[in-house]
Nanobody, 124 residues
Framework: QVQLVESGGGLVQAGGSLRLSCAAS????????MGWFRQAPGKEREFVAA????????YYADSVKGRATVSRDNAKTTVYLQMNSLKPEDTAVYYC?????????????????WGQGTQVTVSS
């Protein structure tokens, strides 16, 4: 069992930056690939970024590539999402999730545990 709690969201002006954190409980955190997703009102949950269990591989949605950096600290059982050059279209609730082994990093259905989300609002 892994429990996930996101933090770091808020209101930011376009062009600004935010660093989201996802704190995990459970001694098995280091074995889980982790992902970030977001969901805007009226839209489906979409993939943002993901990282393998040992940080050896990272994955990004085209919409955030070059503006986002996903990282993790297994000793602190925390995964991070640094978002720069934020745009109004980045406004959404951001979720972190722990992934099943195998399968696609890009599909929400491949993730086993989810946090409650943190709101990010980017004003123009």
């Amino acid at each position: 069992q892994v429990q996930l709690v996101e933090s770091g969201g808020g209101l930011v002006q376009a062009g600004g930056s935010l660093r989201l954190s996802c704190a995990a409980s459970g001694r098995t955190f280091s074995s889980y690939p982790m992902g970030w997703f977001r969901q805007a009102p009226g839209k489906e949950r979409e993939f943002v970024a993901a990282i393998s269990w040992n940080s050896g591989s990272t994955y990004y949605a085209d919409s955030v590539k070059g503006r986002a950096t996903v990282s993790r600290d297994n000793a602190k059982t925390t995964v991070y999402l640094q978002m720069n050059s934020l745009k109004p279209e980045d406004t959404a609730v951001y979720y972190c999730a722990a992934k099943y082994y195998g399968g696609s990093y890009y599909s929400p259905g491949e993730y086993r545990y989810w946090g409650q989300g943190t709101q990010v609002t980017v004003s123009s």
